[in-house]
């Protein structure tokens, strides 16, 4: 059996300097401060989406079993807006959803761009997941149900 496409991949950069820095999914990002609920095993989350976002997470498991290779993962918010205009500034988060306070979680192409564009100039988060949300005045917290903030990255970028 062949080996999927980002093994081979790690394989080739293994030992280099050369980074890899992958467009991650939502699904994947956790909804419980102790990290055992992803979004993808919510009650909302659309069946149609459920096989991407396994695939997705099994692909940012085998990168964190990569110490030799030096990645980046990055997760989108959980509305990826394609047709999104560029703001510009964003917030990076780590490994669970950020939400605002109407409860949205959104990012443009165009402001994901900026942040793929951003931590391929500094490489700030090697072997590590990080997620973007749009900069909103009111992100207070993560989807977590108990109402406590969670953690978060709270540096934001603008361009």
Not at 47 to 61: N, S, V, Y
Not at 73 to 98: D, H, N, Q, V
Not at 133 to 146: A, D, F, G, L, P
Request: charged share 25%; net charge neutral; aromatic share 6%.
């Amino acid at each position: 059996m062949d080996k999927p496409k980002h093994q081979n991949l790690c394989d080739c950069l293994s030992g280099t300097d050369v980074r890899l820095l992958v467009v991650g999914d939502a699904g994947s990002l956790y909804v419980s401060p102790k990290h055992t609920l992803a979004v993808s095993d919510t009650p909302d989350f659309p069946d149609t989406f459920k096989p991407l976002a396994a695939a997705m997470a099994k692909a940012l498991g085998k990168l964190r079993e990569r110490s030799n290779v030096k990645w980046t993962y990055i997760s989108p918010a959980g509305y990826f807006r394609a047709e999104g205009k560029r703001t510009g500034p964003y917030i990076l988060g780590g490994e669970e959803l950020t939400l605002a306070d109407a409860g949205e979680s959104v990012i443009s192409y165009a402001d994901y761009a900026i942040a793929m564009i951003d931590e391929i100039e500094t490489g700030n988060h090697l072997q590590q997941r990080v997620s973007t949300e749009r900069k909103q005045h009111n992100i207070v917290k993560c989807s977590s149900k108990s109402g406590n903030a969670l953690p978060l990255d709270t540096a934001s970028l603008t361009r």
